[in-house]
């Protein structure tokens, strides 16, 4: 099937394709045994871009999200059907290797989730288990460089041997987004990344998201609309499976073209 067949299908409003996009998602379905919980997507993801997902509770953003960098997988009666075309070939194909994937499609999940390790091997080991650093000297410069990345640096220069627990919450999510940075992405996912901080520690993760953008595309799950509005290129919304509009983050809050997008955007349901 063709993709212009597949968008005939779609019931999308907006604008789904884009120019230039790092990723496409065509005809993607989620299941769970017989439950269809994605319905049909077909979005493009925007190169050095943020695109939010919003929709009610159980919309299905987190299951769209988790297939970008094959998160279903460890689901054991996940199926997925469609592609998701990443630097030319079809990520879901059976074999990419799913490791390799999520070093090029890094994640941050809404509850920060740092190894028991201390702050540095936080950091330090997926550098190490990609490979990426030559020696000590070169390792300990890419830990300290992804923690001045995320502001987190001068905050924890004198204690890298104490455990990462030890931080507050917002600062182990910012040690997550330094974790997932470290190994060099090219996208990062964020499943409701802020959710379970204080607005201070909202505040500095948001513009750390922002600063994100000039090195990598993102694509952020949100509960908050104003966060959408603060931060996304794009926004989509999703309802009940699937994706009822996709646009410029403006469009989608002050001239949605469905009803659906118009009132959930209005506060009428959520
Ligand atoms: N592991 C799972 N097993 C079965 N059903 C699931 C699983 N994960 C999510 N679902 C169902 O899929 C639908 C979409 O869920 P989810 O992607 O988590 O939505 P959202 O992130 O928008 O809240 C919901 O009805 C949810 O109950
Ligand atoms: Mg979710």
Redesign the pocket.
């Given at each position: 099937m063709t993709t212009e067949h597949l968008l005939n299908q779609s019931i999308t409003s907006g604008q789904a394709l884009i120019q230039n996009p790092i990723m496409s998602v065509r005809g993607l379905n989620?299941f769970?045994?017989q439950?269809h919980?994605?319905k049909n997507i077909n979005l493009d993801i925007g190169n050095q871009q943020i695109l939010a997902l919003i929709?009610?509770?159980?919309?299905?953003?987190?299951?769209?999200?988790?297939c970008l960098n094959r998160m279903n997988d460890t689901?054991s009666?996940?199926r997925i059907t469609g592609t998701i075309e990443f630097d030319n070939q079809n990520i879901l194909n059976k074999n990419i290797d799913p490791v390799y994937l999520r070093a090029r499609v890094g994640m941050v999940f809404q509850k920060a989730n740092p190894f028991p390790k201390s702050i540095f091997e936080n950091i330090a080991f997926g550098i190490k288990i990609h490979g990426l650093s030559t020696n000590n000297q070169d390792l300990e410069h890419q830990v300290k460089k992804a923690l001045d990345k995320v502001g987190l640096l001068k905050e924890v220069e004198h204690r890298l041997e104490q455990s990462a627990l030890g931080l507050s919450g917002g600062q182990q999510q910012r040690l997550c987004i330094a974790r997932a940075i470290a190994i060099n992405p090219e996208i990062i996912l964020m499943?409701e990344p802020c959710s379970a901080l204080d607005p201070i520690a909202t505040a500095k993760v948001e513009e750390l998201i922002q600063n994100l953008k000039q090195n990598f595309s993102i694509v952020m799950?949100t509960h908050s609309m104003q966060q959408a509005k603060r931060l996304a290129d794009r926004t989509a919304y999703?309802h009940i499976?699937e994706l009822i509009e996709v646009n410029e983050t403006s469009l989608i809050f002050n001239q949605p073209q469905n009803n659906l997008t118009h009132q959930y955007v209005e506060g009428k349901f959520g």
């Open positions: 989620v769970y045994n439950f919980a994605v929709g009610p509770s159980g919309c299905g953003k987190s299951s769209f999200l988790r689901i009666d996940c499943d799950v999703f499976g």
